[in-house]
C-alpha cells in the first residue's frame, strides 16, 4: 500500500497526504458529517465529537481529499495486526452522493487488493455510508447497538 506521499488524482478530486495543520478541519467535518446519526442515537456531544479525531489523527495514514483545489474531506486507512483499518472517512455534505466517495474508495480498495490486505472498518447504525460499503464488498462482521463492523476480502 502506498503511503501517504502518494497523490491520485481523478477527474475533479484528489487526494494528498494530510499533515498536523489540517486536524481542525478534519475534526470540524466530522462533527458536521456524524451530527445527524449520534444525536439519532443519543451519543452526539459537541466537545467529544471533535476530541476523538483530534486524539486519534494520524497523518502518516491519512489523505485529505481536495475538489477543485479545497478542502472537501479526509479519509485514513490504518495498518493493524490482521488487516486495515479505513477510518475518518468523511466527505463535505454538499459533495454527498457525487461520486467522489466511491471514487476515493475505490483508490484505496485497490492499494488494498494489490497488497492482498483484508479491510475493516465501523460506521454507525442507520448510517447511510453503509450502503456505500456494501456495495464496495464489504460484509458485515459483527454489531452493537451502536456500531456495525464490516471487512471487506481483497479482490
Not at 497523490?7 to 475534526?27: L, T
Not at 456531544?45 to 479545497?70: C, N, S
Not at 474508495?105 to 456505500?132: F, K
Request: proline share 6%.
Amino acid at each position: 500500500m502506498p503511503r501517504a506521499s502518494s497523490v491520485a488524482i481523478m477527474a475533479d478530486w484528489e487526494i494528498r497526504p494530510a499533515s498536523p495543520a489540517d486536524v481542525e478541519a478534519v475534526a470540524e467535518l466530522r462533527a458536521v458529517v456524524l451530527r445527524a446519526d449520534l444525536e439519532r442515537l443519543g451519543r452526539y456531544d459537541e466537545h467529544r465529537v471533535r476530541q476523538r479525531l483530534r486524539d486519534g489523527f494520524d497523518p502518516a495514514y491519512t489523505w485529505v481529499i481536495e475538489v477543485g483545489g479545497v478542502f472537501a474531506g479526509c479519509v485514513a486507512l490504518r495498518p493493524a495486526n490482521d488487516a486495515h483499518w479505513l477510518e475518518h472517512f468523511y466527505l463535505a455534505p454538499h459533495l454527498q452522493g457525487s461520486g467522489i466517495g466511491s471514487g476515493v474508495l475505490r483508490e484505496l480498495l485497490g492499494w488494498c487488493d494489490r497488497d492482498r490486505v483484508l479491510v475493516r472498518l465501523n460506521v454507525l447504525q442507520g448510517s447511510p455510508a453503509r450502503s456505500l460499503y456494501v456495495r464496495h464488498g464489504f460484509t458485515v462482521e459483527s454489531e452493537d447497538p451502536v456500531d456495525v463492523y464490516m471487512v471487506r476480502k481483497p479482490a
